[in-house]
């Protein structure tokens, strides 16, 4: 399979605890971005990355969240302390190089739970 | 700021029944505009993209949506819906000044299939 692969899929951890997911783009995709997606709700943006370089952060991404790319494959996307409020989806996508217009392609996410 | 706006949350309908999905944005600048589909427990999936040229787009399975620029519209259809229609759908769009090619999501419409 090649397309966008993200692990874990499923993550339940305690308030408090720190976590980290992973996100694999489709090979030779520079552009990766990571969303968060609540209940009831479409997804919103987080950050992106233009291989290996952060070049947008959202005013969602708290000091709690960081995120990585460290040699423009693979992205971790780290929360610190995690809050109740942190539980959702966590989805990943990425698109070729090029035009701004291209395609994201989406990957199945890593849904949280905090307790 | 620029928004997505879905109009309906749900939308229920008999197989074979036409259908549409509402979807309005707000921006002063030129976008790209964008539908994607989430079938349960899996990845959203790219349905069908306005990019420029003919107002009208139209995806493998019989949907179709029609870029309405004084209406600031997307609206999306489909004469004749089957159960396998049955998903969350969501409207999404890209600022043509973006210089990431972040998207801005719609809070969703869940299309409920009857028999």
């Known amino acids: 399979d090649t397309g966008v692969s993200q692990d874990p899929r499923h993550k339940i951890t305690k308030r408090g605890q720190n976590v980290t997911f992973r996100c694999d783009p489709i090979s030779e995709h520079n552009r990766l971005y990571w969303y968060r997606q609540t209940l009831g709700q479409g997804p919103e943006f987080l950050t992106y990355f233009q291989n290996e370089a952060q070049l947008e952060k959202s005013r969602l991404l708290s000091d709690r969240f960081s995120a990585e790319r460290p040699k423009g494959s693979f992205s971790t996307l780290e929360i610190q302390r995690t809050e109740q409020g942190d539980s959702a989806m966590y989805l990943c996508?990425?698109?070729?190089?090029?035009?701004?217009?291209?395609?994201?392609?989406f990957g199945p996410g890593t849904r949280l739970t905090v307790l | 700021a620029q928004s997505v706006t879905q109009l309906d949350s749900q939308v229920p309908v008999f197989e074979e029944a036409p259908v549409e999905l509402r979807c309005n944005y707000s921006s002063s600048v030129s976008v790209y505009l964008f539908w994607y589909v989430q079938y349960p427990n899996q990845g959203l999936q790219l349905l069908l993209k306005?990019?420029?040229?003919?107002?009208l787009v139209e995806s493998i399975n019989g949907f179709e949506a029609e870029f309405n620029k004084s209406q600031t519209s997307f609206h999306l259809r489909k004469p004749s819906v089957h159960i396998s229609d049955t998903a969350e759908y969501f409207c999404a769009v890209k600022m043509g000044s973006s210089n990431t090619g972040k998207l801005i999501f719609g809070q969703g419409t869940t299309l409920q299939v009857k028999p």
């Open positions: 306005y990019l420029s040229g003919s107002t």
């Open positions: 996508a990425s698109s070729p190089t090029g035009l701004i217009s291209n395609e994201q392609f």
